[in-house]
C-alpha cells in the first residue's frame, strides 16, 4: 500500500462533524488490525483531546509547538513524538503549512510501558 501527503491533502477538509465544525482536518491514509494511519493539518486551533491508544506524530512540513501533558517541544519537519494513551495533547502556534502523520496502535488504554526493547 502507498499513500502520498499530496493525495490525502486533497481530501482535506472532510465534512463537518462535532468537534469539527469546519471540517475533518485528518485524512485516513491505511488501517490494519488495530493500527491506523493518518495525515493530520490543523487550521486555526487544534481541537484534539487524549486518545485511547498510543500515537507516533511523524512532523511532515511546517513548524509547530506540541504539548504533551504540560510539557511543551518544538516540532519541525523530521521530528517525531511519541504520546501515550490518555495522555493530553495538542499543537500550538503552528504555521499555515503544518502537516504530520499520526499512527495509532495498540490496545485500548496503550500497552504496558513496563515492558521494554531489549
Known amino acids: 500500500m502507498k499513500a502520498t501527503s ?7 477538509p472532510g465534512p463537518p462533524s462535532q ?3 469546519n471540517g475533518v482536518r485528518f485524512a ?6 488495530s493500527m491506523s494511519v493518518v495525515l493530520y ?3 486555526g486551533r487544534d481541537p484534539q483531546t487524549s486518545h ?3 500515537e507516533l506524530y511523524f512532523i511532515h512540513s511546517g513548524k509547530s509547538e506540541i504539548t504533551i501533558d504540560g510539557q511543551r ?3 519541525a519537519p523530521g521530528d517525531s513524538f511519541f504520546v501515550p494513551a490518555g495522555a493530553d495533547h495538542r499543537f500550538e502556534n503552528f504555521s499555515a503549512d503544518f502537516v504530520t502523520w ?3 496502535w495498540g490496545p485500548l488504554g ?3 510501558s513496563r515492558k521494554s526493547m531489549d
Open 41 to 43: 493539518a490543523p487550521v
Open 28 to 33: 485516513p491514509a491505511f488501517a490494519n488490525g
Open 110 to 112: 496503550g500497552e504496558d
Open 19 to 21: 468537534g469539527w465544525l
Open 73 to 75: 517541544c518544538d516540532c
Open 102 to 104: 499520526v499512527v495509532l
Open 6 to 12: 499530496s493525495e490525502l491533502l486533497s481530501r482535506l
Open 52 to 54: 485511547l491508544q498510543d
